[in-house]
């Protein structure tokens, strides 16, 4: 497993047609450092705009993904993702100087060779190793894909066209280790038959014999193969016994399958981390799988949303009790909002306040339908910031803390009289200079109820 995010140790330069524009382009691959993700540039725009590699920028899935952020816009990136992913390089700034991803030989191999020429460096921070936590489905028109909990990424593809050429095709990862051998040198394919339609469509300008298998499962005439070799620029193309154009054998039987699980890897890269978790795939294609990224990917932030939320445990010893609170801040009854502290870290810290009927302020605030003021919920949570940034200090009790801004305050629900907050705040950046900016979550239970973003100056007491 590996422990560490990476990236390249140095530029990776890629040139080439692109499949379906057909111009020739040239793609650079840097180094880039922890969490950059990957990024494609546009050097070939003004401005130089980018676009991260992410299932939510994907915006056209035919015949190959294609991702976009405003004008940055890079087609069939699949195959350079899934190279990317079979190394673990998640770090990356992709140069390129035209829309779309070189196609080189239809599979990932060559990508994978000029990565592993230059090599792969590792960074000094850790790994994000996800795991699902339930089982993801995406299900339409036939086609099936699941993705399951798993203790390792592993894919299985399946597909059946009804082609006597192709039949029913299996093919299996079980490990991406695996994955240089087996299937990245698994080439794209298509039917003769879509060929003119696509061509029609304004597509596979740059296809070939050299980068595509094509299947011949319908019989032909000589005037349509005329008609495909100046398509291809061919002098002449025919049909093999086997069902392929041109002599151009399959490496393997089941070569189609491969590639299609190839896709799947490609695609499914685009969620940022690796995923443990088992896919099971019955005729994928970009569209199936780019939407089953999405939901994997939403079901990762909700997991990472869910292991964020503070737990209370009214029999757990505080980490701080209230007369403790009461020698660190200066805030008296009826103004302090925080009971006890329950846990501290080096960048945040969580409190609880237990909402009583017999507060002062529920006498004249809503008496009817007493609710807990928004106000004072931002004032407790400033509390609670105060107490982590105050511990920072040797003499914690020569400074006071003062607001300067709150930012993107959401109140989400309402708290009322026997309601247990729980505040988390967390240091968005170091304190500088007496400025301290953090993050303020405030639960009842596991419901979000508050959140805002709060700066505060820690001011040195005149008479200390």
């Known amino acids: 497993m590996i422990e560490h995010q990476r990236?390249?140790?140095?530029?990776?330069?890629?040139?080439?047609?692109?499949?379906?524009?057909g111009l020739n382009v040239s793609m650079t691959i840097f180094p880039a450092s922890a969490d950059h993700g990957i990024i494609f540039k546009r050097v070939d725009l003004e401005?130089?705009?980018?676009?991260?590699?992410?299932?939510?920028?994907?915006?056209?899935?035919?015949?190959?993904?294609?991702?976009?952020?405003?004008?940055?816009?890079?087609?069939?990136?699949?195959?350079?993702?899934?190279?990317?992913?079979?190394?673990?390089?998640?770090?990356?700034?992709?140069?390129?100087?035209?829309?779309?991803?070189?196609i080189l030989d239809g599979s990932s191999i060559q990508f994978l060779h000029a990565l592993e020429a230059v090599g792969i460096e590792t960074l000094d921070a850790p790994r994000k190793h996800l795991r699902l936590n339930k089982t993801i489905?995406?299900?339409?028109?036939?086609?099936?894909?699941?993705?399951?909990?798993?203790?390792k990424f592993s894919v299985v593809s399946m597909i059946d066209y009804g082609s006597k050429v192709l039949g029913q095709q299996y093919a299996e990862l079980n490990d991406i280790s695996e994955f240089k051998e087996s299937i990245a040198s698994s080439k794209t394919f298509c039917f003769f038959r879509e060929l003119e339609q696509l061509a029609e469509h304004n597509l596979i300008k740059g296809g070939s014999l050299d980068n595509a298998l094509v299947v011949v499962d319908e019989p032909v005439s000589e005037a349509t193969l005329d008609r495909v070799s100046t398509l291809l620029n061919k002098p002449k193309v025919s049909v093999t016994k086997s069902g392929y154009l041109n002599n151009v054998e399959p490496q393997f039987p089941n070569e189609p399958a491969k590639h299609k699980l190839l896709d799947i890897i490609g695609d499914l890269a685009l969620i940022g981390s690796p995923v443990n978790m088992r896919i099971v795939a019955k005729r994928p294609g970009h569209y199936a799988n780019t939407e089953l990224a999405k939901?994997?990917?939403?079901?990762?932030?909700?997991?990472?949303?869910?292991?964020?939320?503070?737990?209370?445990?009214?029999?757990?010893?505080?980490?701080?009790?209230?007369e403790q609170i009461k020698d660190l801040l200066p805030h008296r009854y009826p103004f302090l909002f925080v009971d006890k502290v329950i846990e501290m870290g080096s960048d945040h810290v969580v409190a609880?306040?237990?909402?009583?009927?017999?507060?002062?302020?529920?006498?004249?605030?809503?008496?009817?339908?007493?609710?807990?003021?928004?106000?004072?919920?931002?004032?407790?949570?400033?509390?609670?910031?105060?107490?982590?940034?105050?511990?920072?200090?040797?003499?914690?009790?020569?400074?006071?803390?003062?607001f300067l801004k709150i930012d993107n305050c959401k109140f989400k629900s309402?708290?009322?009289?026997?309601?247990?907050?729980?505040?988390?705040?967390?240091?968005?950046?170091?304190?500088?200079?007496g400025i301290c900016v953090m993050k303020g979550e405030t639960f009842v239970g596991d419901k979000l109820v508050t959140e805002a973003d709060l700066v505060a100056k820690i001011h040195r007491k005149e008479n200390t």
């Open 7 to 21: 990236t390249v140790k140095g530029p990776v330069l890629i040139e080439g047609i692109g499949l379906h524009s």
């Open 295 to 322: 939901k994997i990917k939403k079901q990762m932030l909700k997991q990472a949303r869910e292991a964020s939320i503070p737990v209370y445990n009214p029999n757990q010893e505080p980490v701080m009790n209230l």
């Open 137 to 151: 489905e995406f299900e339409e028109n036939g086609i099936h894909i699941t993705a399951t909990p798993a203790d």
């Open 47 to 102: 401005g130089n705009p980018m676009v991260q590699a992410d299932p939510f920028n994907v915006v056209e899935t035919s015949r190959s993904t294609t991702i976009a952020d405003g004008p940055a816009k890079v087609q069939t990136i699949e195959h350079l993702m899934a190279a990317l992913f079979s190394l673990s390089v998640e770090n990356v700034l992709i140069e390129i100087d035209g829309p779309e991803v070189p």
């Open 414 to 433: 309402l708290v009322v009289p026997g309601d247990t907050l729980i505040f988390k705040l967390q240091f968005m950046q170091p304190i500088r200079r």
């Open 352 to 402: 609880i306040k237990n909402v009583t009927g017999n507060e002062q302020f529920f006498q004249g605030h809503f008496p009817g339908n007493p609710v807990f003021p928004g106000v004072l919920q931002i004032e407790a949570m400033a509390q609670t910031g105060g107490i982590l940034a105050l511990t920072k200090f040797d003499d914690p009790k020569n400074y006071d803390t003062y």
